[in-house]
Every structure is written in structure tokens, then in C-alpha cells.
């Protein structure tokens, strides 16, 4: 069963980085697309970045880019989303999803809730000012 686990997340202040991981268990093959989200509360869930299988295509939000990176290490079956210039309103419970063994839409699609089929439990992201 394959299961998805998230951690790195914390309280910073306003201008300070994090960097978020995403573990895969229970899938060894290279073949999926993964993405990054985010729901605060009151507020529907966010796509933030997304990843495709060649783990060099990348696909952000407007709110994040030029911020935020999302990458991949296959071998390790880990993705990051490395933050940076953390802002208050990118406070939230952030979430890891990926899509198994299918063909990803390499597109803006990635950072859709809608692309994906497996998803983490969460990590929270607290900015303050």
C-alpha cells in the first residue's frame, strides 16, 4: 500500500525559509507525478507546485513562484518544496499528493487537486509577522 509522508514543517517568522519533505512507501518504480498544496483554515485547498515524472518539468502557483522550488530526488523517492521569503499568508497545513503509474499531464494540471489519486496527511506551515 502505498502511503505518503510529510515532515519539516514549523513556525518561522516573516522572511525566514523551510524546507518541506515528502516520502513515498510502498511504490519503488519512477513513474508518477507529484505535486505540493495547501489549505489554511476557512479556505479551500491550494495547489502550490507540481512535478513531472522527468523530475525537471515544474509548475507553480502565482502566489509562490520565484519563491518556492519543488524537486525531487528519485532515489531516495523524496520530494521538497524549499520556501523561501515565507510570507504570513503562507500559513497553512501543507500537503504531498502523487499520481501512480499513469500519464501525468505535463501542464498546469499538476497543480490541480484533481490530477492526483494518493495523498499525505499533512505538515503544518505557521508564518508569523
Known amino acids: 500500500q502505498v502511503r505518503l509522508v510529510e515532515s519539516g514543517g514549523g513556525s518561522v517568522q516573516a522572511g525566514e525559509s523551510l524546507r518541506l519533505s515528502c516520502v513515498v512507501f510502498g511504490y519503488t518504480s519512477s513513474n508518477y507525478c507529484m505535486g505540493w498544496f495547501r ?17 525537471t518539468t515544474t509548475y507553480y502557483s502565482d502566489s509562490v513562484k520565484g519563491r518556492f522550488t519543488i524537486s525531487r530526488d528519485s532515489l531516495r523517492r523524496t520530494l521538497y518544496l524549499q520556501m523561501n521569503s515565507l510570507k504570513p499568508e503562507d500559513t497553512a497545513m501543507y500537503y504531498c499528493a502523487a499520481t501512480f503509474g499513469t500519464a501525468c499531464s505535463k501542464s498546469l494540471a499538476l497543480i490541480r487537486s484533481s490530477e492526483y489519486s494518493s495523498w499525505g496527511q499533512g505538515t503544518q506551515v505557521t508564518v508569523s509577522s
Open 39 to 55: 489549505q489554511a483554515p476557512g479556505k479551500e485547498r491550494e495547489g502550490v507546485a507540481g512535478i513531472y515524472t522527468d523530475s
